[in-house]
């Protein structure tokens, strides 16, 4: 399942990403379209073509694209996950090896030497963690661990979300 979320909706896109779901945000398209931002139109185009569910909180948005569409209601990333975990049956089982990057949406590579990342992370990050994945697109690079944020955001499922 491939989404693309809508502009308002950022750091729901960050939590899909690490949750391994490939997801398009508005925003990564605004140089593509050359426009900030991207129109409903654009958004609607490229979702058809790349197959995409869009998510969105825009309901005259979503009233064009029902068919290919989720309407998000409320506040709060939990209770946006909580939606789209009771409409389309998604899980939020952590697994670094299948997250995506937060930031580009593209694959994780294992780091087999922590040390050719020595200078992309903090000195205790480097000092407290051996496992560590990287982005695979060249304009990004953003590396990867499993830290205390992920147990922080898995404790908040369950807390927030019919977990």
Same mark, same amino acid.
């Given at each position: 399942?491939?989404?693309?979320?809508?502009?308002?909706?950022?750091?729901?896109?960050?939590?899909?990403?690490?949750?391994?779901?490939?997801?398009?945000?508005?925003?990564?398209?605004?140089?593509?379209?050359?426009?900030?931002?991207?129109?409903?139109?654009?958004?609607? !185009?490229? @979702?058809?073509? &790349?197959?995409?569910?869009?998510?969105?909180?825009?309901?005259?948005?979503? %009233?064009? /694209?029902? *068919?290919?569409?989720?309407?998000?209601?409320?506040?709060?990333?939990?209770?946006?996950?909580?939606?789209?975990?009771?409409?389309?049956?998604?899980?939020?089982?952590?697994?670094? !090896?299948? @997250?995506?990057? &937060?930031?580009?949406?593209?694959?994780?590579?294992?780091?087999?030497?922590? %040390?050719? /990342?020595? *200078?992309?992370?903090?000195?205790?990050?480097?000092?407290?963690?051996?496992?560590?994945?990287?982005?695979?697109?060249?304009?990004?690079?953003?590396?990867?661990?499993?830290?205390?944020?992920? @147990?922080?955001?898995?404790?908040?499922?369950?807390?927030?979300?019919?977990?």
């Amino acid at each position: 399942m491939k989404f693309l979320t809508d502009a308002m909706l950022g750091k729901l896109t960050r939590f899909l990403r690490i949750f391994g779901y490939d997801t398009i945000y508005a925003n990564d398209l605004l140089d593509f379209y050359c426009e900030n931002p991207v129109q409903d139109k654009n958004l609607k !185009e490229y @979702a058809l073509l &790349s197959n995409r569910l869009v998510i969105t909180k825009d309901l005259p948005f979503y %009233n064009e /694209i029902r *068919e290919k569409a989720i309407l998000l209601e409320g506040k709060g990333v939990y209770n946006y996950l909580d939606q789209l975990k009771r409409m389309l049956n998604l899980v939020y089982d952590f697994d670094i !090896e299948k @997250a995506r990057c &937060s930031v580009c949406n593209s694959m994780l590579v294992k780091i087999n030497d922590k %040390n050719s /990342i020595k *200078e992309l992370v903090k000195h205790e990050t480097f000092k407290n963690y051996d496992e560590f994945f990287q982005c695979n697109n060249p304009s990004c690079q953003k590396v990867f661990w499993n830290g205390p944020h992920i @147990a922080d955001i898995n404790e908040k499922l369950r807390d927030e979300v019919n977990y």
